[in-house]
């Protein structure tokens, strides 16, 4: 049984700077570790390098340590594209300043780092070599930077250095997101749905069932897992009805069926849209299922690599039912694991996967980049669940009014098709 926190629920902090600047050494620091090779050699670190740590009282967190973001040449530029990847998926990112002082250079990857809208620091390594320069301290006085001067070498400032880390933490990570523990009391009996298929790994349930169950039972809560064709069994012998059924989305609409109307339902790709970013705008963006025509593009977002199955939820499923519910021609293309076009435009509807294997800050960032390019986001659970007729019952305990968002999708789009030549 794997022990280890999902990387989807790590803090993920990002080392950048310029080369040479000491960033290997003080994630080395940090950590207490040998992570990252170290060497006077500019350029030592040529891919982000992941470190998983628990920075107590916060938790577990990944450091990544990145390759110089004024790296040349075509090898340098490919680097410097894999930084900026990882600064997508970051929480906390340390600007990371080296003997040189803050130059040009410096402010101009302060800028990359604002326009992401990644919360940042700078940290004057080296000051056993020299400490900030009175000009720079003036600068992030000016520009409102925070700052702090440590040695990597020597070890003076990192205690503090984590301690200020534990303080930039965003406040979703202190306060600990929940997934269905709003929804449930001390002594609920919680009903889950786990239908067992050919992408089902092989003695294990999928993430988002783990979580949702040690939620549960966090909670001091009963959960009663079974199969789609257990339910009236698992009824009949409750001695109370369950205060909630979780589904999983694949079978929503029989589910539906056979769970009384008074009792919440709701699914497991529906609990980690909320846990993972904005769930009003997810059940937006499948309103936009309805305004798809012939010909439009929809992208198909997984978090993961993964071997596609026959009968793949994302790449097969998904497709297939949303064909039969608008009788459209529509193209489909995937982007797995942490690529994400940058030329969203063309796109009429992004659907992407539960992101159980990325953190929220990615996630929330993805969602703001469709915002910003005006294309409606979905998730695959929330688009099932749209296309299957259901998503009014399974968002009905979250407060969220389909109808209304419906309107409001819909009218947008007729807005944007008479603005199109």
Same mark, same amino acid.
């Not at 259901?390 to 419906?406: G, M």
């Given at each position: ?174 306060? %600990?997101?929940?997934? *269905?523990? #709003?929804?449930?009391?001390? $002594? &609920?009996? !919680? +009903? ?91 059940? %937006?963006?499948?309103? *936009?299922? #309805?305004?798809?025509?012939? $010909? &439009?593009? !929809? +992208? ?91 998503? %009014?019952?399974?968002? *009905? ?25």
């Amino acid at each position: 049984m794997p022990t280890k926190t999902p990387r989807g629920m790590r803090l993920i902090i990002t080392l950048v700077g310029s080369r040479n600047a000491g960033k290997s050494s003080l994630i080395n620091a940090l950590t207490s570790q040998d992570i990252a090779i170290v060497s006077d050699q500019a350029g030592t670190t040529t891919d982000p390098v992941a470190k998983q740590y628990e920075l107590l009282p916060l938790g577990p967190v990944t450091f990544y340590d990145t390759a110089g973001l004024g790296d040349t040449g075509e090898v340098g530029k490919l680097r410097v594209r894999a930084t900026l990847k990882t600064l997508w998926r970051t929480d906390i990112a340390i600007l990371v300043v080296g003997e040189e002082g803050i130059t040009k250079h410096e402010e101009k990857i302060m800028q990359t780092i604002r326009e992401l809208g990644v919360s940042f620091f700078i940290v004057f390594n080296k000051l056993d070599i020299r400490p900030p320069s009175s000009k720079d301290i003036e600068f992030c006085k000016a520009q409102g930077y925070f700052f702090m001067s440590v040695s990597a070498k020597s070890g003076e400032g990192i205690q503090q250095l984590r301690e200020e880390i534990i303080d930039f933490a965003p406040a979703e990570i202190k306060c %600990e997101p929940v997934l *269905a523990a #709003d929804l449930i009391t001390e $002594g &609920d009996w !919680v +009903l889950c749905v786990t239908p067992i298929d050919l992408a089902a790994p092989k003695g294990r349930l999928i993430l988002p069932q783990v979580q949702v169950l040690r939620e549960i039972l966090d909670c001091d809560a009963v959960a009663v897992t079974v199969k789609e064709r257990e339910i009236e069994e698992a009824f009949a012998n409750l001695k109370r009805p369950p205060a909630l059924v979780i589904t999983d989305s694949q079978v929503v609409l029989s589910v539906s069926g056979d769970v009384p109307d008074t009792i919440p339902l709701t699914t497991f790709s529906t609990l980690f849209a909320r846990f993972k970013g904005d769930l009003p705008c997810l059940v %937006e963006g499948a309103a *936009a299922i #309805d305004t798809l025509n012939d $010909g &439009d593009t !929809v +992208l198909v977002g997984e978090a993961c690599s993964h071997h596609a199955v026959a009968d793949d939820i994302g790449r097969v499923k998904i497709p297939r039912w949303i064909s039969q519910y608008t009788g459209k021609e529509i193209d489909y293309e995937v982007y797995a694991g942490h690529d994400f076009p940058e030329n969203l435009e063309r796109f009429k509807l992004v659907i992407h996967c539960g992101a159980c294997m990325i953190n929220l800050a990615e996630m929330v960032r993805r969602m703001n980049e469709c915002k910003r390019r005006g294309v409606p986001i979905t998730n695959y659970g929330v688009a099932i669940s749209k296309i299957q007729g259901v998503l %009014e019952r399974i968002v *009905a305990p979250f407060d969220i009014d389909v109808r209304t968002v419906n309107a409001k999708t819909i009218s947008a789009a007729q807005s944007m098709d008479k603005q199109t030549p």
